[in-house]
């Protein structure tokens, strides 16, 4: 989320694969959904 969004990591990382509704999850935590998530995918182009 630092590099898509400019906020500061504290903590762990998470690597790998992972099956997770992003959109949710930033519209929950942050209020606001980039529009470079697509379902669990996070575009890193």
Do not use: N, Y
């Amino acid at each position: 989320m630092q590099l898509q969004l400019g906020l500061l990591v504290d903590g762990s990382v998470m690597t790998g694969t992972s099956h997770t509704d992003w959109k949710a999850v930033c519209d929950k935590l942050f209020g606001l959904v980039p529009k470079i998530i697509f379902g669990s995918r996070i575009e890193m182009a």
